[in-house]
């Protein structure tokens, strides 16, 4: 039987809306066999989701999805099937969670310079003491009437170049790459679409990740369209990459995104499952 897979999802333990076990249980409804949990930067909420998935009767693959800056550009790798008690890999996202509220606190402070106070406390209150995201600003900024919606904080404030933009000292690619391969993992380009790379540039990229031991691209994503899907998955084939397919899924907030819902690999396409150890391949 073809099973169905959605590699890439967030929860409240990052920036997601639903908890641990509330998003197993709305994958498991929706008719996911293998869900891999990816919040940013932390794993925090793996061990719930896991008793959870046992629980209802599918697999749930520990993973992260890792902030990188890779030529002053900030990049997220997927890293799937994850020991997760490894010394590298947590000792990496201990610095990046350092990092992020460093950042948080210093977005903050160049909010403020605009005359918008206490968004750091806001923030933080929104992210019950889990990691500081971006998003969690963009809520505040919209529940304190300063933008419409999340899109909008991200391009009046919070986006490259606007005010309460902190340019990222996220982890290094190669960095980034042994913690997930320390940890017995494979990792995955996510979203490649969202960086608007130009060939010569997702060349080099491509090129240094295969390098440091990089195996996988997100060929399906629930933030692609479908002729992106269609580009990624040629440039998988050709470059010797492993296919994965992920909905990004944040929350039932976006309505017009549901977890598992999501486009077949096209012929030719090497799923990334094939690469993973036996219960969920
Ligand atoms: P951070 O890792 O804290 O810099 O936050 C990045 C997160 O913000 C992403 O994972 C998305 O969930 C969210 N995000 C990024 N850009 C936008 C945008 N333009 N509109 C809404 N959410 C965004
Ligand atoms: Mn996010
Ligand atoms: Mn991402
Ligand atoms: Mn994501």
Redesign the pocket.
Known sequence: MKRRYDLHT?TTCS?GTLTPTALVERAHAHGVDVLALTD?DTTAGIAEAQTAAERVGITLLPGVEI?VTWQNQ?L?IVALDVDVDTVPLQDGLAALCKF?DWRAREISRRLQKKHIAGTYEHAADLARGRI????HF?RALVAQGYARD??QA??HYL?RGKPGHVPGAWASLPAAVGWIRAAGGHAVIAHPARYKLGSGKLQRLLGEFKECGGVGIEVISGSQSESENKRFADIAVRQGLLASVGSDY?GPEKRWLELGRLPPLPAGCTPIWEAFRKKAA
Do not use: E, I, M
């Not at 500081?132 to 998003?135: G, N, P």
């Open positions: 967030h920036d940013h902030s900030t997220h992020r500081l995201s971006r998003t963009a999340s899109a991200f391009k986006g944040h």
